[in-house]
């Protein structure tokens, strides 16, 4: 069974080309983006998996789609289902899933046809069964990967879109904002990060955790605070590390500032393939402060990611960068003395299902690349939010920061003491 596109695929963007030349030199350090979509109903056999596909992918053309990196340009290509639809019966039990994630999150994707693949995972429920997502992250960013969801799994009809970002219609960019945005990521490659007090040795493997809260939760405290859920989302990201780091170098020393990366979504089309991210810095601040503290300065801090202005000046610096410059600023920002760490934020609007069973929880995987200690990727889809950690499983104490930051979220939701 296949599905077949024909027309000429768009061009490779700067960092399409950088992901690929990312080193792995580890089969834990993939380049992969995914997410888990636990489904309501009775798990659906193979052939019936691939008949829902073939219908959908026509109007998916990024599943549709494989690098060429000497033309620089991503070629529409037929996909053989066979390759791209697996099966995993589970044992019983409420980690089975996680589990089986943790152990296909690492298997290579198919060689022949696009870099993706589903998993249907069942047998740890009754009446419930999950998908397994996984997409190379050079074909998709986060917000193409909504768009794919949304096209396999959403409302045929829907016009709703995750995918996208809302652009103005003439947004207005002026020099002094694009030497904003350029002097931002520059002070990013300059500073040294919370890693390099610690001394910590990076390695390639990886340990994945998640962490589920109200997004309720998120978004009353970041109103409370002058921001947003995503400052609040940022936030309790920043001040766990900076518990890590105050139990790393001891009570005398006040932890450093935390550099957060961010994949700022600058997609204008919700379907096109590779990644049309520009990279944005959060920094939350070190020392003995408190997580309201750090909530209000992150609050503070943001307000030119949240600008439209700002996001149109981060979508012409990428789009007009080489890419060699975009290999070099990756390089960089793998460096033990310069890394931060990965923090992406995608809503899912559309509810989601599987021939009539729905969606009831999607759940975010993330790939961590050598030289960056630690993702969050989190998803909020039907009233909760979903965070999976990736982080590098040879630093001591981080394969805790998604209770760190639980805990974070959940002091901002507690009742106050009389």
């Not at 296909?104 to 998993?119: F, R, S, T, V, Y």
């Not at 970002?165 to 919370?194: D, H, N």
């Not at 936030?235 to 766990?240: D, E, I, M, P, T």
């Not at 609050?299 to 202005?309: D, V």
């Given at each position: 069974?296949?599905?077949?596109?024909?027309?000429?695929?768009?061009?490779?963007?700067?960092?399409?080309?950088?992901?690929?030349?990312?080193?792995?030199?580890?089969?834990?350090?993939?380049?992969?983006?995914?997410?888990?979509?636990?489904?309501?109903?009775?798990?659906?056999?193979?052939?019936?998996?691939?008949?829902?596909?073939?219908?959908?992918?026509?109007?998916?053309?990024?599943?549709r789609s494989r690098v060429n990196l000497r033309a620089k340009r991503w070629d529409p290509v037929s996909v053989d289902l066979e390759d791209h639809v697996a099966e995993t019966v589970l044992a019983p039990g409420p980690d089975a899933v996680d589990d089986a994630v943790r152990r296909l999150i690492h298997q290579p994707l198919p060689a022949n046809g696009p870099?993706?693949?589903?998993?249907?995972?069942?047998?740890?429920?009754?009446?419930?069964?999950?998908?397994?997502?996984?997409?190379?992250?050079?074909?998709?960013?986060?917000?193409?990967?909504?768009?794919?969801?949304?096209?396999?799994?959403?409302?045929?009809?829907?016009?709703?879109?995750?995918?996208?970002?809302?652009?103005?219609?003439?947004?207005?960019?002026?020099?002094?904002?694009?030497?904003?945005?350029?002097?931002?990521?520059?002070?990013?490659?300059?500073?040294?990060?919370?890693?390099?007090?610690?001394?910590?040795?990076?390695?390639?493997?990886?340990?994945?955790?998640?962490?589920?809260?109200?997004?309720?939760?998120?978004?009353?405290?970041?109103?409370?605070?002058?921001?947003?859920?995503?400052?609040?989302?940022?936030?309790?990201?920043?001040?766990?590390?900076?518990?890590?780091?105050?139990g790393q170098y001891g009570p005398a020393i006040a932890a450093p500032p935390v550099t957060l990366l961010i994949p700022a979504n600058v997609r204008r089309e919700p379907d096109a393939p590779g990644n049309r991210i520009a990279l944005a810095v959060a920094e939350v601040p070190g020392g003995r402060l408190t997580a309201d503290e750090r909530l209000r300065a992150?609050?503070?801090?943001?307000?030119?990611?949240?600008?439209?202005?700002?996001?149109?000046?981060?979508?012409?610096?990428?789009?007009?960068?080489?890419?060699?410059?975009?290999?070099?600023?990756?390089?960089?920002?793998?460096?033990?003395?310069?890394?931060?760490?990965?923090?992406?934020?995608?809503?899912?609007?559309?509810?989601?299902?599987?021939?009539?069973?729905?969606?009831?929880?999607?759940?975010?995987?993330?790939?961590?690349?050598?030289?960056?200690?630690?993702?969050?990727?989190?998803?909020?889809?039907?009233?909760?939010?979903?965070?999976?950690?990736?982080?590098?499983?040879?630093?001591?104490?981080?394969?805790?920061?998604?209770?760190?930051?639980?805990?974070?979220?959940?002091?901002?939701?507690?009742?106050?003491?009389?």
């Amino acid at each position: 069974m296949s599905a077949n596109a024909k027309r000429p695929g768009p061009r490779l963007d700067a960092m399409d080309a950088a992901l690929w030349a990312v080193p792995v030199r580890s089969v834990q350090t993939r380049p992969h983006i995914g997410a888990v979509l636990h489904c309501e109903g009775t798990a659906p056999s193979l052939d019936e998996v691939k008949a829902e596909l073939a219908d959908r992918l026509p109007n998916c053309a990024s599943l549709r789609s494989r690098v060429n990196l000497r033309a620089k340009r991503w070629d529409p290509v037929s996909v053989d289902l066979e390759d791209h639809v697996a099966e995993t019966v589970l044992a019983p039990g409420p980690d089975a899933v996680d589990d089986a994630v943790r152990r296909l999150i690492h298997q290579p994707l198919p060689a022949n046809g696009p870099h993706w693949q589903l998993h249907v995972l069942h047998g740890h429920e009754p009446g419930r069964y999950a998908l397994l997502y996984r997409v190379h992250h050079a074909l998709q960013d986060g917000a193409g990967m909504l768009g794919a969801l949304e096209s396999l799994f959403g409302e045929p009809d829907s016009s709703v879109s995750s995918a996208g970002y809302p652009f103005p219609q003439s947004p207005k960019v002026t020099f002094a904002e694009t030497g904003r945005t350029v002097a931002a990521l520059g002070y990013a490659l300059r500073r040294k990060g919370i890693w390099a007090p610690a001394k910590v040795e990076f390695s390639s493997r990886r340990t994945l955790a998640w962490a589920d809260v109200p997004a309720d939760a998120l978004r009353t405290a970041g109103r409370r605070h002058g921001g947003t859920a995503n400052d609040a989302f940022l936030a309790a990201l920043g001040h766990g590390l900076a518990e890590w780091a105050g139990g790393q170098y001891g009570p005398a020393i006040a932890a450093p500032p935390v550099t957060l990366l961010i994949p700022a979504n600058v997609r204008r089309e919700p379907d096109a393939p590779g990644n049309r991210i520009a990279l944005a810095v959060a920094e939350v601040p070190g020392g003995r402060l408190t997580a309201d503290e750090r909530l209000r300065a992150v609050a503070a801090s943001t307000t030119g990611l949240k600008s439209p202005t700002r996001r149109e000046a981060l979508r012409r610096i990428a789009a007009a960068a080489p890419a060699w410059l975009m290999i070099r600023v990756l390089a960089a920002l793998r460096s033990p003395a310069r890394t931060g760490a990965l923090a992406s934020n995608l809503v899912l609007r559309s509810p989601l299902r599987f021939r009539g069973d729905p969606v009831t929880r999607v759940v975010p995987v993330m790939w961590t690349p050598e030289g960056v200690p630690l993702t969050a990727l989190l998803i909020t889809y039907q009233g909760t939010t979903s965070v999976c950690f990736t982080t590098d499983a040879a630093i001591p104490g981080l394969d805790g920061i998604h209770e760190r930051w639980r805990r974070t979220v959940e002091s901002w939701t507690a009742p106050a003491r009389t």
